[in-house]
């Protein structure tokens, strides 16, 4: 069966690059000199397609798999639909096709192309704030000289109404269309209607030259062939490399290049409760009090003030905001109290995780307004009401107070609660109430979880990007990450919503990443928001979702200045105004940043670039010093991927954080990818990348995609500077997004064979890339991109890496000629990752090889092999 898929597989990949090759190189005599093409969009708004004719009666279908244009605007599920799109062609041959996003907003959305195959990225102008956009049309008013855009309304007047633009990027303010009279009625303007496949249509007509329409007919073709490719599994059809593969392989030390020696590093997001209940090492949840129904945007009402708390042998206590301990941080518990043995409980993160014998620092602000005031008792209790520890803190005061002590546990347990016992009757206020253990990661105060910071240490990340991903640019304007607002007294840091639907206290900020960096030795990698919320925002109280329309302009200034002091805080001298912050929080020294990412995947919008460049220019201007990270989008390809690098190339910026997602076939089929970049200009950050198979999870042919990857950028490191898998983290039964690196719970760290490849580029690798010649018994292409191999040398320690793929289900014997190369000791180290393509507990097997001039090693069916050897 599997045989004949493939090699049904096989016969359609024949025809379609023959269709390809046929149709662009042998243009047939026959085909007419133009043809009408018709531009319309499905019901359910998924986008534009097209259709063409010779005579205006039988109608084709180019391809109705793939729409030619799919709205980009605000959110996934509810949003990014197209209704009613409406195709013109201006005098200039560009063509531009509007369409209405949805039955509410004011705005329409516009794009741009030449061909109509590559569209530039989309606008949504606002035409009429408080009404509603359907139906929009573009037509030319010669005595204006200006594009006029027309739509119906129905919310709140009913009307034809219109706006003028000359480049559709400035708008008149939106006046009623007189022509179609009050009702609009009239208004049937430029659309038309065409039976197609037995279904009425309606939407634009053109008359174009027909290498148009033979381009939108080839790209529906390339990108079925592109999806095949994308398909192809490591594991498919073992019969087929079934005849043993031999290889000889010979690195040239003369034509060794230089590559980058920050190439693996971590991105770090808080995404799947990395931070809170994860790295964080905060044992209380909603320690402040802070969680509010609208961190899940109301969908669960039991995610509130009070989540994790509860009162035992009381009715219940109560939240009050009038007189907090700081504005940031308004909520609070009461506990009313008739008889002492009222209990404040927490549950902690689904249990509170403790060790016997070990020491918790505890924490927590209170006050009582009554006459009587008392000592608090504070214990760590099991289920059954099992005291695994408690202590007795200092009498209560009449103003907030912060109490502190420390706690041991007596048991080992992963079920503990904390519970907060005031020793008085009357009222007591609380709040921020945190128990921490001691032994964090390198004892830090407020500091991270031991064993999770040790398993990403142990990665030896070269740099370390923070604090995302989306979270960074976060869900509409009002959402995204204010850096000043993480540093600081944890009592004054001002905590929000985290859009992966949960809460983010920001106890774990600016300062603790910054310091975790220099614990691990990883360059700082902060990005912020490049003046835009995430594209794929929710409205949350603006007129339009998606990026908003941006920053306000009259507010840009304050954002621009709020990124120019994130560097006086990491390099400032400790007496500027924001290094002396960095000081205070018990770092004097700069942090020695010399990276900063602005933007994070964004739509490149007019609104984005604006923005983008403001920023930009304003940090090389104050810190030339500083290297100022651009992005290109959130794919591999596309409009975002291409003007994203046309910006940085413009702007000269030198460093761009690329994202994608793909699936084996497309690491199978894109090893060239980077061999093609122009190496004028800037270079790489992969900032986010991992191999996705159905189902997302993390397996050896998930990882063993990556390591492939990985030797492919090697060979690159010269135009790639740095990659970081994403995401990093993600809690058991909190988690938002698959596949991750590592996964955890309260006790344990889980991670995945994909942990294990990046952990051993991390720890070998180097700064010098020798290039090899290589011979195959078989050169057949399938066997060919199956089988990769990288040599790396490190200067530092003078070793040289070798680095081997093996996806095939055949071992692979390999001749290896090093007589180019010195070799200090025979006995090289081995390391070893193989197995079945759908394991998910591969580790690494280390072991010794002999080496000598030229030596043979069987590289294992589906494997990835190191060589270390002294030079
Ligand atoms: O890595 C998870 C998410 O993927 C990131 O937040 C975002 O940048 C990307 O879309």
């Known amino acids: 069966m599997i045989l004949i898929d493939r090699i049904s597989k096989a016969v359609k990949i024949f025809f379609l690059l023959s269709a390809l090759i046929f149709t662009s190189l042998f243009l047939r005599a026959n085909e007419p000199d133009s043809a009408y093409v018709f531009a319309y969009g499905e019901e359910n708004g998924g986008g534009l397609y097209f259709a063409w004719s010779i005579d205006q009666k039988e109608w084709h ?81 010669l005595q204006r000289k200006e594009y006029r855009i027309l739509w119906h309304s129905d919310k709140p007047d009913q009307g034809v109404f219109h706006s003028f633009t000359a480049d559709f990027r400035h708008y008149s303010p939106a006046g009623r269309d007189d022509r179609h009279g009050s009702e609009g009625k009239s208004a049937s303007m430029g659309r038309k209607d065409i039976s197609l496949a037995g279904k009425r249509q309606a939407g634009t007509l053109h008359c174009v030259a027909w290498p148009v329409i033979e381009g939108l007919i080839n790209s529906q073709r390339l990108g079925a062939y592109r999806q095949m490719l994308n398909e192809e599994r490591v594991w498919m059809d073992p019969a087929h490399f079934k005849d043993p593969v031999t290889i000889s392989i010979s690195p040239a030390i003369q034509k060794k290049k230089s590559i980058s020696d920050l190439l693996i590093g971590i991105f770090y997001e808080d995404i799947n409760y990395a931070a809170d209940g994860g790295l964080y090492a905060e044992l209380v949840q909603n320690r402040g009090f802070e969680y509010a129904l609208s961190d899940k945007e109301g969908w669960d009402k039991n995610w509130n003030n009070r989540t994790a708390w509860s009162v035992v042998n009381g009715e219940t206590f109560l939240i009050d905001t009038v007189s907090p301990i700081h504005p940031n941080n308004k909520h609070y518990a009461v506990l009313q109290i008739e008889k002492i043995g009222v209990a404040l409980v927490n549950e902690g993160f689904n249990g509170i995780a403790v060790k016997a014998g070990e020491k918790y ?57 904390i519970e907060v016992v005031p020793q008085q009757t009357g009222r007591v206020d609380l709040d921020m109430v945190s128990l921490f253990p001691q032994k964090t990661f390198k004892g830090r105060r407020n500091g991270l979880r031991a064993d999770l910071a040790q398993a990403l240490s142990d990665l030896r990340p070269r740099f370390m990007r923070f604090p995302g991903g989306c979270v960074a640019h976060g869900d509409g304007i009002g959402n995204i990450y204010r850096w000043e607002n993480t540093i600081g007294p944890l009592e004054a840091r001002k905590p929000q919503r985290n859009l992966w639907g949960y809460h983010q206290s920001f106890g774990l900020g600016y300062f603790e990443y910054f310091q975790f960096c220099e614990d691990i030795g990883a360059e700082p990698v902060p990005v912020v928001t490049a003046g835009v919320p995430c594209q794929n925002s929710a409205h949350h109280g603006c007129l339009i979702g998606g990026q908003q329309g941006g920053i306000p302009m009259e507010e840009m200034d304050e954002y621009i200045q709020s ?49 983008f460049t403001m920023i930009y220019n304003a940090v090389k201007a104050k810190y030339p010093e500083i290297t100022v990270i651009g992005t290109a989008g959130p794919f591999s390809e596309g409009s975002d991927y291409v003007e994203g690098w ?110 294990y490849v990046q952990k051993l580029f991390g720890h070998h690798s180097g700064n010098e890339y020798l290039p090899a010649n290589i011979n195959r018994s078989d050169n057949r292409e399938d066997i060919r991109k199956r089988v990769v191999s990288s040599f790396v040398i490190d200067a530092k320690t003078n070793e040289l890496t070798i680095k081997l793929v093996n996806l095939l289900p055949v071992p692979v014997s390999s001749s290896i000629d090093l007589s180019d190369i010195h070799i200090a000791n025979n006995q090289s180290d081995l390391i070893v990752m193989k197995g079945s393509p759908d394991d998910k507990t591969v580790r690494p097997k280390e072991s010794k090889l002999t080496v000598s001039e030229q030596f043979n090693y069987e590289l294992p069916a589906y494997s990835f092999s190191i060589i270390r050897i002294k030079m």
Request: aromatic share 12%.
């Open 61 to 141: 279908t180019i391809g109705n798999r793939y729409p030619f244009l799919k709205s980009d605007y605000g959110r996934w599920g509810s949003q990014k639909r197209m209704y009613d799109p409406f195709l013109y062609q201006a005098s200039d041959g560009l063509w531009h096709c509007i369409w209405s996003l949805n039955n509410e907003d004011g705005a329409v959305a516009h794009a741009v192309s030449s061909d109509l195959v590559y569209w530039k990225p989309q606008s949504y102008p606002v035409l009429m704030p408080y009404g509603n956009c359907l139906k929009p049309e573009i037509s030319y008013d």
């Open 361 to 417: 620092d505890l924490s927590l602000f209170a006050r009582s307004p009554g006459k009587v005031r008392g000592k608090i008792l504070v214990r760590l209790t099991g289920k059954n009401g099992e005291v695994y520890g408690e202590v007795t803190m200092r009498t209560v005061s009449a103003e907030w107070k912060k109490l502190e002590a420390v706690i041991t546990a007596t048991k080992t347990a992963d079920d503990a609660r």
């Open 646 to 755: 046309n910006l940085a190339t413009e702007l000269g910026v030198k460093l761009v954080d690329e994202h994608y997602y793909q699936p084996p076939g497309w690491y199978l089929n894109n090893q060239d990818y980077y061999d093609r970049y122009d190496r004028s200009k800037a270079k790489v950050y992969l900032g986010e990348y991992a191999a996705h198979v159905p189902g997302r999870h993390n397996n050896l042919e998930t990882a063993l995609c990556e390591a492939l990857h990985l030797i492919n950028i090697e060979r690159n490191g010269d135009i790639v500077a740095m990659t970081s898998y994403a995401p990093l983290l993600a809690k058991e039964g909190s988690t938002q997004w698959n596949p991750d690196l590592i996964y955890f719970n309260n006790t344990e760290v889980k991670p995945t064979v994909g942990y």
């Open 563 to 611: 990124v120019l002091n994130l560097v006086e805080y990491a390099n400032g001298d400790a007496k500027s105004d924001w290094g002396r912050k960095r000081a205070e929080a018990g770092h004097p020294e700069p942090f020695n940043l010399k990276y900063i990412g602005v933007g994070n995947e964004d739509l490149i919008s007019d609104v984005f670039v604006e923005r």
